[in-house]
């Protein structure tokens, strides 16, 4: 998982990668939907605004595929500005499993939200 900081003026620097143990303890001290969020970017490489950007409806479980749509920058939904960027996103059982637990335990579960 990649960690990236900013410096005062936002400008961003050179990401810290974790290893699966930090990793591991890091989501450790997480509680959803934090963890889920932080898991489901580490497995992927979801940078944050496409998390923030995402939907229920973008996420396809029967071909365990998420299509990445729009982006959050500076608290504002954009669209997707590349080709890349729009691609599907494979996701694992055991990812799409742990997507779906979140989906029904939590308060914002329709398609839309």
């Known amino acids: 998982m990649r960690v990236q900081h900013a410096d005062n003026f936002g400008a961003s620097r050179i990401p810290t990668v974790l290893n699966p143990d930090e990793l591991k303890d890091f989501l450790a001290n997480l509680v959803d939907p ?3 969020a932080a898991l489901l970017g580490a497995l992927t490489g979801l940078r944050v605004g ?6 229920w409806s973008d996420i396809d479980f029967e071909k ?11 608290q504002r939904i954009e669209r997707c500005k590349t080709e890349a960027s729009k691609k599907a996103i494979p996701i694992d059982a055991k990812q799409a499993e742990s997507l779906w637990s979140w989906r029904l335990r939590c308060a914002y579960y329709q398609q839309d939200d």
């Open 34 to 36: 934090a963890k889920t």
């Open 64 to 74: 365990l595929e998420i299509s990445v749509i729009r982006d959050v920058v500076k």
């Open 50 to 55: 496409e998390l923030l950007g995402l939907k």
